[in-house]
């Protein structure tokens, strides 16, 4: 009688269709192969069969040599995007800096508040091709006068209690250019006329001064408006004078 408990598995008896017993002499004739498994990917729902090189590397364990990794969608990405250029957004601006009258319905404000530098670099390069008739060793100095010229407006706009930051003031600087390349074509036309061509001038100084001083002026200047606006209007006369040669 055995003990009460758990009962040991039953042994496993091999039947006749599991092996086959041979002598030793019949075993001298007996011969074969052994052929091993095709080894198979599924990469994307489809079955690649591997070479013997594949197969041996990651047996080896070096089958991260072997490793592909997917495209990153963020290394695709067109050149302007690449650089952050924003064509759209930079005629949009366009458009607000040559019609600055509330009475258009165009939001301003996004010159100042959503600042960009291609677009009034591009403004200020153009600028210099038709100030300075191919003499491109000199568009350097009018673009140092932009950038200065710029940061001068900023230090007196923090100074006198204003919330602007510099890449503000540069893109609105920059933009503003544009009244000023508008009258040039109109310059070359008038330029027998003293008066006439003098109107013009003031006419596209007021006009870019204008534009940039309605964007960086805000209420929070109050009283100290004039302080901010004269200096803004030299510097447009000083652009001026660039392009006529005074």
């Known amino acids: 009688m055995q003990p009460p408990g758990p009962q040991p598995p039953p042994l496993y008896a091999p039947s006749n269709g599991d092996f086959t017993f041979v002598s030793s002499a019949d075993a001298e004739d007996l011969s074969g192969s052994i052929t091993t498994p095709d080894v ?60 600055p009258m509330p009475s258009l319905g165009f939001n301003r404000q996004v010159v100042r508040d959503n600042p960009d530098f291609w677009g009034p670099l591009a403004v200020v390069l153009f600028f210099s091709m038709i100030s300075l008739y191919g003499q491109f060793k000199v568009v350097s100095w009018i673009i140092t006068i932009w950038i200065f010229g710029s940061l001068t407006i900023f230090l007196l706009a923090r100074v006198l209690g204003g919330e602007v930051a510099y890449g503000q003031v540069l893109g609105v600087i ?73």
Do not use: H
């Not at 040039?184 to 006009?207: D, N, R």
């Open 40 to 99: 198979k990917l599924n990469l994307g729902g489809e079955f690649i069969k591997e070479s013997t090189a594949t197969t041996f590397l990651r047996q080896r364990g070096y089958g991260w040599l072997l490793e592909v990794e997917d495209d990153d969608p963020e290394d695709n990405k067109p050149l302007l995007e690449e650089l952050d250029i924003d064509l759209k957004d930079i005629y949009y601006k366009i458009r607000c800096v040559l019609m």
């Open 174 to 246: 920059g933009y503003s250019l544009l009244p000023l390349i508008v009258i040039a074509p109109v310059l070359l036309v008038v330029g027998s006329f003293e008066v006439v061509s003098t109107l013009i001038k003031l006419f596209g100084v007021f006009w870019a001064a204008y534009s940039a001083a309605s964007l960086l002026v805000g209420e929070e200047f109050k009283t100290k408006k004039p302080l901010l606006i004269y200096p803004i209007f030299l510097l447009y006369i000083y652009f001026l004078s660039l392009y006529t040669g005074v």
